[in-house]
């Protein structure tokens, strides 16, 4: 450790989190591969050890955060993709000469509150952690802080010139915090599906003119292995061998071992999923999102990996791409029939829903009589907010900002929603209060600038990624 951390005092807490991954990049092995580099950013290859540095620097900042919390937590965090979002920034602060000096990586460690006793930084306490609970060297861990402090910059770089106007923290207050009442009724489309009739002559006809909405999805079959693990206390060091065991067996996929001869070798069995698209029931497995986002992540040049879920652990390889193609009418044609039925139903709906409304907003007859005489019930709503969820409606900006559209006792509408078509009345409009908007202002515009700030990095992370162009090796 540097010498003068021994002495020092702490500093001002200075709070400080890694930058969370954006984009889910697959699942695998962190620190171990057969491959002679890890992946490429910026048309640079990465070797094995660098990624292993940087899987285990987001690896021990998960520890800081969680605790003893995070053997459950940690397949909800991707790590590996955190591992390549550090690398990412890394490789651009390297680019524009972003530094930190031994001042700021004494004043930030000195700042953590587990190695401090007392108030002052205690040296026993550091090299016991970083040794026993994060199974490194003081060096490693001190340039893993000093990388730390340099993405803190890029952030703070990104986000400076930030700004917030007076209107906009006025707009963001009315969007959070304007109520109205409002009362409407649905018009279910499938209320409609009585009155529709479809021919034979007409199927293939609409096929030919909306051939896309039967396009396929992508697909993935892949083989696998399954190994379960218990789920119950006390067996985690079951759970730990049986990943390490899976990843022993990606490894030799790696080098080119043969599956069916390493699943003998293991007295494991293989299976194949058959065809399945993202986010549907897989067969043999079901409904599983790891699996799905680790398969669809498969490529020629890297063909297997592993996959944990709550089940246990998979070892897949992939065995075919599917690439989403539109099937010929006769494969379809009940599809087709039932489209159809859909798009004459919708129709129908949306055409008489069209003319209630304008019986609605000419006053010729009102929503209660309405009511009546088409038999949907009137549901009223009170001190609803754009951001609400409404009950069989869901959040829907469309409807969420008719309602706030519209004059008092006026009408909005149709309104398409999941079920139908809605018409909406505005009941009374209940504009913020003044008083205290001026009491909240400076604690909303903090928090509204943090999000302006939050999203202003997303946007350039996102375009910063993009450039990256990853390609995963693992």
């Not at 985690?236 to 390490?244: A, G, L, N, V």
């Not at 959040?395 to 078509?421: L, M, R």
């Amino acid at each position: 450790m540097f010498k003068p951390l021994r002495r020092k005092r702490i500093v001002q807490v200075i709070m400080w989190v890694l930058v969370v991954s954006f984009v889910v990049w697959g699942a695998g092995s962190a620190a171990r591969t057969a491959r002679n580099y890890a992946g490429i950013i910026f048309g640079k290859k990465i070797s094995p050890q660098k990624y292993s540095r940087a899987y285990y620097a987001v690896f021990n900042r998960a520890k800081m955060v969680y605790g003893d919390k995070l053997p459950k937590m940690q397949k909800f965090l991707n790590l590996e993709g955190q591992a390549w979002d550090r690398l990412i920034l890394l490789y651009y602060a390297k680019k524009k000469r972003i530094r930190a000096n031994n001042k700021e990586v004494i004043e930030r460690i000195a700042s953590m509150p587990f190695f401090q006793s007392e108030g002052s930084f205690n040296q026993k306490a550091y090299n016991y952690i970083v040794q026993n609970i994060f199974g490194t060297t003081a060096r490693n861990f001190e340039e893993s802080v000093r990388e730390d402090i340099m993405i803190s910059k890029i952030i703070d770089s990104v986000e400076k010139d930030t700004a917030i106007t007076e209107e906009e923290i006025k707009e963001s207050y009315k969007t959070k915090n304007e109520k109205a009442d409002i009362s409407y009724i649905l018009i279910n489309t499938d209320s409609f599906k009585k009155d529709v009739a479809t021919k034979e002559s007409e199927l293939e006809p609409f096929y030919n003119s909306h051939k896309e909405q039967f396009r396929t999805s992508e697909e993935r079959n892949v083989y696998y292995i399954n190994l379960p693990y218990p789920e119950k206390e006390g067996a985690e060091d079951e759970k730990e061998k049986t990943r390490q065991l899976a990843r022993e067996i990606n490894d030799y996929l790696n080098l080119g071992e043969d599956f069916n001869a390493l699943a003998k070798k293991y007295n494991l069995k293989i299976k194949e999923t058959g065809s399945f698209s993202f986010g549907e029931a897989i067969p043999g497995i079901g409904l599983s999102y790891p699996f799905s986002m680790v398969a669809f992540g498969l490529s020629e040049e890297r063909a297997n990996n592993v996959v944990e879920d709550t089940k246990g652990f998979y070892v897949i390889k992939l065995k075919e791409k599917i690439s989403p193609f539109i099937p010929p009418f006769e494969q379809v044609k009940e599809d087709v029939r039932s489209a159809l039925v859909t798009h004459k139903t919708d129709g129908l709906a949306k055409a008489a829903s069209q003319n209630y409304a304008n019986l609605l907003k000419s006053q010729a007859v009102s929503l209660e009589n309405l009511s009546e005489q088409i038999k949907s019930d009137i549901i009223n709503l009170k001190d609803i907010t754009r951001e609400s969820y409404i009950k069989d409606i869901g959040y829907n900006v469309e409807f969420s900002n008719a309602c706030f559209a519209i004059k008092e006792k006026g009408f909005a509408g149709p309104i398409k929603v999941q079920k139908g078509y809605c018409l909406i009345r505005l009941d009374k409009l209940k504009p913020i209060d003044t008083e205290i908007f001026q009491k909240e202002k400076q604690e909303f515009r903090k928090s509204l600038l943090e999000e302006k700030k939050k999203k202003a990095f997303q946007d350039w992370f996102a375009n910063l990624k993009q450039k990256a162009n990853l390609k995963p090796n693992l």
